[in-house]
């Protein structure tokens, strides 16, 4: 059964950082794509980052660009979500997934998420 856990959330100053970590486990995430996702209250669900299985290649959405870096320990199966320069428009739920195409199709079911809370 896949799982997968999202971690590191927390209350953050505006201009501030914080690392995201989800832990995944049920298969061999080393050859999947992964990505993160943010839903904000009363908003939709959108894409943030992906990062390919060999992590050579990556996709940010034009909010996070030059902001957030995504990357991956494929030995442990965590994939990262580095946040610098927080904004308060980046506060959300976020959740990461396995890509089923690249860059922002899913392959599994959504874990509970992470909350992440930006104050001006």
């Known amino acids: 059964q896949v799982q997968l856990v999202e971690s590191g959330g927390g209350l953050v100053q505006a201009g501030g950082s914080l690392r995201l970590s989800c832990t995944a486990s049920?298969?061999?995430?080393?050859?999947?794509?992964m990505a993160w996702f943010r839903q904000a209250p009363e908003k939709e669900r959108e894409f943030v980052a992906a990062l390919s299985s060999r992590a050579d290649t990556t996709a940010y959405a034009e909010s996070v660009k030059g902001r957030f870096t995504i990357s991956r320990d494929s030995a442990k199966n965590i994939v990262y979500l580095q946040m610098d320069s927080l904004k308060p428009e980046d506060t959300a739920v976020y959740y990461c997934?396995?890509?089923?195409?690249?860059?922002?199709?899913?392959?599994?079911?959504w874990g509970q998420g992470t909350l992440v809370t930006v104050s001006s």
């Open positions: 049920g298969r061999t995430f080393s050859n999947y794509a």
């Open positions: 997934n396995t890509l089923r195409t690249w860059p922002r199709t899913v392959l599994d079911a």
